[in-house]
């Protein structure tokens, strides 16, 4: 299945405005990047996948709707998915891209 354009295109209006933002077709989705660190990606399994400080995943885990990711059988530390069904809003869309635009920010630059 190929991911939602309709919602890579609401995160494209969220990002808009952060320097070195770049897109990148990943995981056969698009990424949306910050200074080469994947942020927030437009998953082809639907939803997003967004990448978290990787310390504080359970939390998050545990008091919202997203769900550990897993790529190729394998929990993958430091990244959420949300399903589609989280992000009907453009507020709660904007939650996650925040989340992880504020992580990429975070790392050094590539």
């Known amino acids: 299945m190929p991911y939602d354009e309709q919602l890579a295109d609401r995160i494209r209006e969220l990002v808009e405005g952060e320097a070195r933002r770049s897109e990148r077709r990943m995981f ?3 990424a949306f990047l910050v200074a080469g660190n994947l942020a927030i990606a437009a998953s082809r399994e639907g ?25 190729r059988g394998r929990p993958m ?5 949300v399903a589609p069904e989280h992000l009907r809003t453009k507020r709660q ?6 989340r992880g635009v ?4 975070s790392l050094p630059a590539k």
Do not use: I, N, Q
């Open 47 to 71: 939803g997003v996948l967004v990448r978290v400080d990787p310390s504080k995943a359970d939390a998050l885990v545990a008091r919202s709707h997203a769900t550990f990711a897993v790529m």
């Open 28 to 30: 056969g989705g698009l």
């Open 93 to 98: 869309l904007a939650k996650w891209v925040e």
């Open 102 to 105: 504020t992580y990429a920010r």
């Open 77 to 81: 530390d430091g990244w959420v998915r």
